[in-house]
């Protein structure tokens, strides 16, 4: 059974691009989280989504947005990117609520 | 809001020896993840707790859950060099969400 596979899996961007990256959960998870991974910040929560729609949104700036598909992979976008946006981004899919998050190898954005 | 505390941040130990680690959270929660982060890696689920007392063990490692106490601890028995790590416990927020709120990490350094 494939786990949750993310794309790219390296990127390096220029301070006020946009990027967007991908996610494709286990087969048959609905749910599909995202995480932002930093050293002075940790492990933050983005935001969640399930069917398509968004349950959940964390304390971050109206710069990062998702959507989820309706085979239930997940894409995230940043735009006007930032030099703090640099960080390891992280997606997991659960097959239902409250159940086990599985992660993906993440993606390493660094904007310079 | 809940928050997330683990102790302690850094633990070094002598292969053969014990140790815990602490996972305290503020606000009621029926669940509890422990993780396992190599370093420049994703995040290795190692337990799911979803119940007062509840206990898992796998190999070395064995984890509790007191929610009247809302305390997670991550037990180490005979620590060898393999589990040097990251170890992270995540909390879940209650209702139809699989949101999670992270503790900062503890770096287990486990010296021969």
């Known amino acids: 059974k494939a786990g949750v596979t993310q794309t790219p899996r390296y990127l390096i961007k220029t301070r006020g691009q946009q990027v967007t990256l991908s996610c494709s959960p286990i087969?048959?998870?609905?749910?599909v989280s995202w995480y932002q991974q930093t050293p002075g910040q940790g492990l933050q929560f983005l935001f969640e989504?399930?069917?398509?729609?968004?349950?959940n949104k964390g304390n971050f700036p109206g710069r990062f947005s998702g959507r989820q598909f309706s085979n239930s992979r997940s894409e995230m976008n940043v735009s006007t990117l930032e030099l703090g946006d640099s960080a390891l981004y992280l997606c997991?899919?659960?097959?239902?609520?409250?159940?086990?998050?599985?992660f993906g190898q993440g993606t390493r954005l660094t904007v310079v | 809001e809940l928050k997330v505390e683990q102790n302690p941040l850094f633990l070094s130990m002598q292969e053969g020896k014990n140790y815990t680690i602490y996972c305290n959270y503020s606000?009621?929660?029926?669940?509890l993840y422990w993780y396992r982060q190599d370093p420049g890696k994703s995040l290795e689920s190692l337990f799911v707790?979803?119940?007062?007392?509840a206990v898992k063990q796998e190999g070395r490692l064995m984890a509790s859950l007191d929610t009247k106490a809302r305390l997670s601890t991550l037990h180490i028995t005979a620590a060898v060099h393999d589990l040097s790590a990251t170890y992270f416990c995540?909390?879940?927020?209650?209702?139809?969400?699989?949101?999670?709120?992270f503790g900062t990490g503890t770096l287990l350094a486990v010296q021969p």
């Open positions: 995540a909390v879940g927020y209650g209702g139809a969400t699989n949101k999670l709120i």
């Open positions: 606000t009621t929660s029926d669940r």
């Open positions: 087969s048959g998870h609905r749910s």
């Open positions: 707790l979803l119940s007062n007392g």
């Open positions: 989504y399930f069917s398509e729609t968004q349950r």
């Open positions: 997991a899919s659960s097959s239902a609520d409250r159940a086990e998050a599985f």
